[in-house]
């Protein structure tokens, strides 16, 4: 409702408007009429006015023109009079003409609305005629196919009428023939029974046939029994020549049986030998498989034995080259033993020598401290003899300064004793170098003495010194003595001994290593039985056909297949998609060609209907706005025309009344509709000027529409009147 | 029954170990969430309370495995059984658990009961069973959807039945092997372990 309120208004506005701007030329026209008149006035008053100057100034020319003037005056009062009413006359006949313009332009509009509907008429006339058209032009098509076949059709029922006819025709010749035929199947019936009536007679014959016939046969049956019974009375014949002949044979028989059954008793012995052969055979059998047991452990036996052979050439190759005698276990353990005591006696010895040795150490221990004390004592006496060289030296020296001293003192003893020979101071001198010769004799005895002294001492050294030489040397001897002793000893036994030691700790060794191998064998063994390993020689691994796994695995593989399809379907309607972009058209077409196409699309197809179904709706909606607006129009014209108002509605309840003769564009009236219908004036710079006519036709008569035909009126008569 | 309270006979001892397996089997597939928790239905047995399957298909599939399996051991013909679980996606077996069984023969030709109570070796059975519960602790977990097969090992003179088909040892590259607890009926003795793949951050 609001909308088509806002319709109206605009409408009515518009049209105001129009309304308004078109009467503004005749008003104008008017007013410049009305002006005129007043012209009139003033000019006339003017020329008074002129007149009574000219009299002031002419007042001679006066009297001349008076009745030249009165004739003027007349004469231009009776032209005024004249155009005063032309005037009033050519204004009604303006009006008159603005009032037929207004109508025209009105007729105009509405001719032009008409003409612009009826062009879209003539538009939408033209499209529904060219479907129509269409449609003629499809119906014609099929006008004309059905026709073609209404006419083939006709053909055929003509043919098929001929047909008809003709299978009429057979149907009449059938008819004949099977009436013939009728007639002779009764021919026929009738040659039948006479037939039948023979075949009678001739069953009858047959019968008579058959019981001779089997009387032919019982004699014949009767003849061949005969035949036979004379032919086992042959047989008995010859029967009886042959037993008789048998019975002639009977005494050989006799000698026979007799010698059959010594046989007999002979073979029965032998019977029970044979048994006892059987047993004894047994016997042997058994002889024979404990035998060829004991083959068998023989062979294992001699297996054994060759091994042991084996095992002792390896212990005989041991003895060789160990350089022993060793032929049996015996002689082997005897070595042993040999080897034994010997390394015993050998380990007595080597005690011994080792003792000896520790003994000859401690001997040598002691040589050498002794040695060393030696040492040090040849050490002494050298460093005594070396003192006593020194001293021995000094003593020389001391004696060849004696000497030089006792040379000197001769040599000045002499002198005294040439200058003075044989004085007193001899005595005392040759005492004194008698004493000097004592003392240098008693330093020559010392001298002496220390010399020998000092030789023996070299003579005990070099004496000690050979000595720790000879001990030496023996300690070298015992030590050489004891190094060979031990060689020798030990030098057999402990090779083998090292050998046989080195032997067993590789087995050793061998043997743990083995072992080893062994349990790490063992462990990996376990180990693969746990992961589920298996002899495929001993055991078989078996499971049910349909079991889960399988099961899982083929709804898997459908799973993916059918996964798959999908996919490259719908990678496929993509695709399409992707083609077909805005062509709306060629992907109906697709989907028309893809079933599975077609079944994914319906939603589209829904949605461009309901889009159509809008759009036809809104297109409706648009065609009834337009058909309400226009009548609407037409109404407002229509009311506009009949009773000179324009009404608007300004706002709700409201409605302005324009008249057509308004002096002013604000000139109008304002109605509220009141609550209870009725409608009430409002008050308008208009009508404030209308009180009078309010006072009578609203107040005292209480007549709207009187009051708005009298303010019609007054204003009809205030633009006609002037 | 009385029988049974006194000793066990071969006949017994076979559907006793059937018996087990085919609990400890269930277990197993709930344990290891081969299929949904929602298909188990609780059940009480050994004293203990065990999850059934209700999944009618993997039921059968049980029956007609266990019962054949019960022959076999009455034959005492079979010597594993091992429950393989296989990577949907990869194909690769994840885990084996293998139950070996040793048969003694001898109770074929003599058929003396052995002196052995039913409690003892329920007690045995039961202890079982809830070391296969509580592998799950360090079991790597599954994490793509499995399936489960069950391959028995047998002597390799057996007849294979109609329905079955000879198939591979279905062994685990790269294996960490547990050995679990054993039991026995004194007729058949029953070594349980798993194996499982190795994982890269083990």
Not at chain 2, 90 to 103: A, M, S, Y
């Amino acid at each position: 409702m609001d909308l088509e309120d806002d319709t109206t208004v605009l409408t009515t506005l518009k049209s105001f408007n129009t309304f308004i701007s078109r009467p503004e030329h005749p008003q104008r026209l008017m007013e410049r009429s009305a002006g005129s008149g007043f012209l009139q006035s003033q000019y006339k008053r003017s020329m008074e006015l002129l007149e009574a100057a000219e009299r002031v100034h002419t007042q001679h020319r006066y009297l001349q023109l008076d009745q030249e003037k009165k004739q003027m005056e007349l004469s231009h009062k009776r032209a005024r009079f004249e155009l005063e009413k032309a005037a009033s006359d050519s204004a009604r006949d303006f009006e008159h003409e603005v009032d037929r313009n207004q109508e025209l332009l009105g007729q105009i509009k509405k001719l032009e609305e008409k003409e612009t509907e009826v062009t879209k008429n003539l538009s939408e006339q033209v499209e529904a005629n060219r479907a129509l058209r269409m449609n003629l032009e499809g119906l014609n098509k099929k006008l004309e196919e059905r026709d073609t076949k209404l006419n083939a059709a006709n053909q055929t029922i003509t043919s098929l009428k001929d047909e008809i006819r003709e299978m009429r025709q057979r149907i009449q010749n059938q008819d004949l023939t099977i009436s013939a035929r009728t007639l002779e199947n009764q021919e026929l019936q009738e040659q039948l029974d006479l037939q039948r009536r023979k075949y009678q007679e001739v069953s009858k014959l047959c019968q008579s046939l058959q019981a001779a016939q089997s009387s032919c046969s019982e004699h014949v049956i009767k003849i061949k029994d005969l035949e036979r019974r004379l032919a086992l009375q042959e047989q008995d014949i010859v029967i009886v020549k042959s037993v008789k002949s048998e019975v002639a044979r009977v005494p050989d028989l006799e000698k026979e049986i007799k010698r059959l059954r010594d046989d007999n008793t002979f073979l029965r012995e032998s019977r029970e030998n044979c048994s006892l052969l059987k047993e004894e055979v047994e016997g042997l059998r058994r002889k024979l498989e404990r035998m060829e047991k004991t083959k068998e452990e023989l062979a294992n036996m001699e297996l054994e034995k060759e091994k042991l052979a084996e095992k002792l050439q390896a212990w005989e190759n041991l003895g060789q080259s160990t350089g022993l005698n060793i032929r049996k276990p015996e002689d082997l353990s005897r070595e042993v033993i040999q080897i034994q005591q010997r390394e015993i006696a050998l380990k007595e010895q080597n005690y011994a020598l080792s003792s000896r040795v520790r003994s000859l150490e401690r001997s040598q221990s002691e040589l050498r401290a002794e040695l060393t004390q030696q040492g040090g004592r040849t050490l002494e006496d050298q460093k005594k003899r070396e003192a006593q060289d020194s001293l021995v030296w000094r003593l020389q020296r001391r004696v060849l300064l004696l000497t030089k001293e006792r040379d000197g003192m001769r040599s000045i003893l002499e002198s005294y004793d040439t200058e003075l020979a044989s004085t007193e101071y001899s005595p005392q001198l040759s005492r004194r170098l008698r004493e000097a010769e004592d003392i240098l004799q008693k330093t020559q005895n010392h001298n002496t003495e220390m010399e020998a002294q000092l030789t023996k001492a070299q003579e005990e050294t070099g004496a000690l010194k050979l000595q720790l030489q000879r001990v030496e040397l023996e300690l070298e001897t015992i030590k050489k003595q004891q190094a060979s002793a031990a060689d020798s000893c030990s030098l057999v036994t402990k090779e083998e001994v090292n050998i046989l030691r080195q032997k067993i700790e590789d087995l050793e060794k061998e043997r743990q290593r083995l072992e080893e191998e062994n349990n790490i064998l063992e462990m990996r063994l376990e180990r693969h039985n746990l992961q589920g390993d298996y002899d495929p020689l001993k055991t078989r691994v078996v499971h049910l056909k349909m079991n889960p796994t399988s099961a899982a695995k083929q709804q898997r593989q459908q799973e993916v297949e059918s996964l798959q399809e999908e996919v490259t379907r719908l990678r496929e309607l993509v695709r399409s998609l992707q083609d077909g972009g805005m062509m709306g058209l060629s992907h109906d077409d697709s989907g028309m060609k893809n079933p599975s196409l077609s079944l994914s699309l319906p939603p589209s197809k829904e949605v461009q209907d309901l889009r159509k179904q809008m759009e036809s709706s809104e297109l409706r909606n648009q065609r009834l706005k337009e058909v309400f607006q226009k009548k609407i129009q037409e109404f407002r014209t229509v009311c506009y025309v009949l009773t000179g108002y324009q009404i608007d509605i300004t706002t709700e309840n409201q409605y302005r009344l324009t008249s057509v003769y308004a002096e002013h564009m604000e000139d109008s009236l304002l109605f509220k509709k009141g609550s209870n219908g009725t409608m009430q004036l409002m008050e308008t710079e208009f009508s404030k000027t209308l009180g009078e006519m309010v006072a009578l036709h609203l107040h005292h008569q209480k007549s709207i529409p009187a009051f708005l035909s009298a303010v019609t009126l007054d204003l009809f008569s205030r633009q006609t009147t002037v | 029954m009385t029988s049974t309270l006194k000793g066990i006979t071969l006949k017994g001892s076979a559907e006793m170990v059937a018996e087990f397996f085919s609990f400890g089997i269930n277990s197993i597939l709930y344990q290891r969430g081969i299929y949904p928790p929602e298909t188990f239905s609780r059940v009480t047995h050994y004293d203990m309370s065990l999850q059934l399957t209700t999944d009618p298909k993997l039921k059968n599939y049980l029956t007609n495995v266990v019962t054949q399996l019960k022959e076999w051991l009455f034959e005492c013909t079979v010597q594993k059984l091992v429950l393989v679980i296989t990577c949907l996606e990869t194909n690769e077996v994840l885990e084996r658990w293998q139950f070996d069984i040793e048969c003694d023969k001898s109770a074929k030709e003599s058929s003396a009961p052995r002196e052995k109570s039913i409690k003892t070796i329920q007690d045995e059975i039961r202890s079982v069973i809830r070391q296969i519960t509580a592998t799950v602790t360090f079991l790597p977990l599954l994490e793509t959807p499995c399936a489960f097969d069950l391959l028995v090992y047998t002597d390799k003179d057996l007849v294979v039945p109609d329905k079955w088909e000879e198939s591979g040892p279905q062994i685990i590259d790269q294996s960490e092997e547990v050995r679990l607890r054993s039991f026995t009926t004194s007729i058949h003795k029953v070594n349980s372990m798993v194996a499982y793949k190795k994982t890269d951050s083990a």
